[in-house]
């Protein structure tokens, strides 16, 4: 039927330690979906990892609450997607009811944002927004990410990789790299178990917070400039929004900073760059998200340094969709509305399918 709506099923939550942070992305995506075009399905996961299916907006409590978010599994129902079921949901306990025409994963962190899900909409034939299974895996892992970078000629800062059991050693780590540097998980984001520190009393207490949410942590570089983001929207010919910069408050971008102190920083949109470093940035932002294999959408990350240097930081394959995201403020600044950077992203992905469609299989 010509006047068929789009199923778009909004995918959010997860087990991951931005869940809230997930919870205010897909609230805002619902009601930024333009209702004569989609019909939405809101799909939750808990932090159990179970799935949880719901039409009604009580199912997303307090979402724009950073500190109160949850979901509220009694006014859903349980529901699995189905592999090799071409979108095809399965509530518990029935036969398979409804087919999903593209799905909007709005997971960030592990088990969403690192190639896992997308994995499993591949194995389900199901359309889905941003990158695979490849970009979604290397953009999440901050080392394979900066080594990737690195040998495409990208300019980053110096890093060291830790796995548990290895000697982490403070003198010779400081050494190389200097002091304040940074200690992150290798695969997590909004800055959760990032630490910086300047002492090795900070930086024992560091390693050990980072190996809280990973079995991989690096130890990186600390550059002083100014915190510079672009965002990327396309799949084969991408383009770049106006850089904006991140205006810290705080001693760092901290989740805090990010997410629930709302004097923690400011967003300058556009950043005040002239047109020669905006075009090096917005050139660095696509060579990277090429490099890194994504599709759809990313947010690129930088420091400039008072010399004119410009050094990416890290991609963020499912940027946040909040109130106060950058990714969403970027574009809007470059003339595309939040419900039509929505509409162009779900049609990306419609278009991407259709192209992994196309290829033959089998001989």
Not at 13 to 30: D, F, P, Q, T
Not at 37 to 64: C, T, V
């Amino acid at each position: 039927m010509a006047d068929k709506k789009i199923r778009v099923a909004l995918l959010f939550g997860g087990k991951s330690a931005e869940h809230e942070v997930s919870l205010r992305s897909a609230r805002n995506i619902a009601d930024a979906l333009d209702k004569k075009k989609y019909a939405p399905i809101l799909i939750g996961i808990d932090k159990k990892g179970s799935w949880h299916r719901a039409d009604s907006a009580e199912f997303l409590l307090n979402a724009h609450d950073p500190k109160l978010a949850r979901l509220a599994p009694e006014h859903a129902t349980a529901v699995s997607l189905i592999p090799e079921s071409k979108g095809v949901l399965a509530l518990a306990g029935e036969k398979p009811s409804e087919a999903v025409d593209v799905v909007f994963p709005i997971l960030h962190g592990p088990m969403g944002e690192d190639g896992t899900v997308q994995g499993l909409l591949r194995l389900a034939g199901v359309p889905f927004v941003g990158a695979g299974v490849l970009g979604s895996a290397v953009g999440m892992d901050k080392d394979v990410m900066k080594r990737l970078l690195r040998d495409a000629g990208i300019p980053i800062g110096k890093f060291f990789v830790f796995r548990k059991g290895d000697k982490v050693s403070f003198p010779a780590i400081s050494k190389t790299l200097g002091l304040p540097l940074f200690i992150k998980p290798a695969n997590m984001g909004s800055s959760v178990g990032v630490s910086k520190v300047r002492t090795k009393k900070e930086f024992d207490a560091a390693v050990l917070e980072a190996f809280r949410y990973d079995t991989k942590i690096l130890c990186e570089q600390f550059i002083k400039g100014r915190e510079i983001e672009c965002s990327v929207l396309g799949n084969d010919k991408p383009i770049a929004s106006v850089p904006g910069e991140i205006v810290v408050k705080s001693d760092f971008y901290s989740y805090d900073a990010k997410y629930i102190d709302e004097s923690g920083a400011a967003l300058e949109i556009p950043a005040k760059l002239p047109l020669i470093l905006r075009k090096k940035v917005q050139d660095l932002a696509i060579k990277t998200f090429k490099t890194l294999e994504c599709a759809g959408l990313a947010r690129v990350d930088f420091f400039l340094t008072k010399t004119g240097k410009v050094y990416v930081n890290e991609i963020n394959t499912i940027p946040g969709f909040t109130s106060v995201s950058m990714y969403p403020k970027l574009w809007e600044a470059s003339g595309i509305a939040y419900s039509d950077l929505i509409d162009r992203l779900l049609m990306l992905a419609l278009e991407k399918h259709a192209q992994d469609l196309s290829l033959e299989t089998s001989r």
